[in-house]
């Protein structure tokens, strides 16, 4: 069925949406104000899914996307948006979000903009057809769109694509598929900070075919790089392996994060936006106060190690042993030791503080953390509570927790776009302890 319509708003992936019947009509690609012909696809109980076929009144926030792939692979969402609109679709999704889930109406902030629209990303992971091709594949879809280049990226993660693509193809090594169970890669991971180059290719064998052709095209690049094979031979497409084989160059990316000299490794998380990250980082550090924090979920380290020139004594919990061992190097390295680091589930071993917490720093997957946690976090009272997430509707849910009966006020709400052209947001909350109630 076709049908004429107004878009009224846009939803949380930056669609449009639109009313028909009294009901929710979610027209992808279309932006508000717009008059769009579209095509119903999906006629649910409370709401329609819609194609966008012609726009018969055009806003002026619509922009022309520069990615040919933009509309197969799914990756971005808002390339087609101008920039500043994108901004204002973040915040008000931040707002309406604190809304509905944490029924909380703080002001937020304008978003921080990232100071690249365009190749930002410091960090992509490409999965690879059965023919050997490096690509994406489309949002919650089977569908693999296989790319010469990622607008987001770094252009020499750019580059590795072909070099990727020709290496595969001249000794006949394919992706694997969950389907068939034949083909050997499952990923080519890819880290690049400071012109170096951390290569890490899932496999379901150690030992992949002719390495040194792959070697001789990366020494084109003419840069420092290292590779590392992650052998996975479950079903799953995980970059955590059960073995991880050194196999050429640099085994970690030296750098220097905010002055910590720092390392990122093959298995260790990275904010993938440097510019935005080091706004952050900075931010949090004017926020925070005492004699003792805990940063849950601290990953490497550099956050924990930027806090103990603040406090008397830190403590990072971090799940993954390569970035607790990062960490530890990271502390060495820098001559750090009021910071302790405890590796494992943050469930597990935040309890195991014994010492008074004035400030809890947390940031967590976008999946949020768990009550569990939530509720130490409300029982060892810090004066602080930093919440940084890449989830605005986890973030609420959670932030319900910790403001509940009003133990706990806001102070800050500041959204960053650590992910332009794409409906993602990091947003840092800080919330302070309530004395009255206490
Ligand atoms: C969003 S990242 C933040 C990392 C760090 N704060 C940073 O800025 O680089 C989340 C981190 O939480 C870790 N993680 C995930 N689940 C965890 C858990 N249950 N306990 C401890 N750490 C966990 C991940 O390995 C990852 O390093």
Redesign the pocket.
Known sequence: MNMKLKILRYGVNGEGIALYNNKIVFVPFALKDEIVDVQILKDNKSFCTAKLNNILTKSDNRETPICPYYYDCGGCNLQHIKYKEQLLIKKLTVENNLSKFANCNFLVNDVIESDKQFNYRNHVSFHVNDKGELGFYKENSNSFVKIKKCYLANETINKCIDIFNSYFFDNKIYGYSAKTKQGTIKMVDLKIVDNKLLVTIVSTKLNLENLEHLFVRLNLLKIKYGVYISLNTSNNFLIYGEKLKHIYGIKQIETNEENIKSFISSY????INNHI?SLI?NDILKNVEGKVAV??????G??ASMLSKIFKSVYA????KQ?CVDAENILKLNNINNVKVLC????N?FSKIQEKIDCI?I????KGT?PNVLFDILKSKPKIIVY?S?ASNTLARDLKFLLHENYYKIKLVQPYDMFPNTPHIETLVVLEKNEKKY
Do not use: H, M, N, W
Request: net charge negative; proline share 6%; charged share 25%.
């Open positions: 260790s998380f990275l904010q990250k980082y940063d849950l979920y601290s990953g490497r550099v956050l919990i971090e799940i993954v970035a494992g589930d943050v469930e071993f720093i940031d967590p997957p976008r768990t940084l890449c």
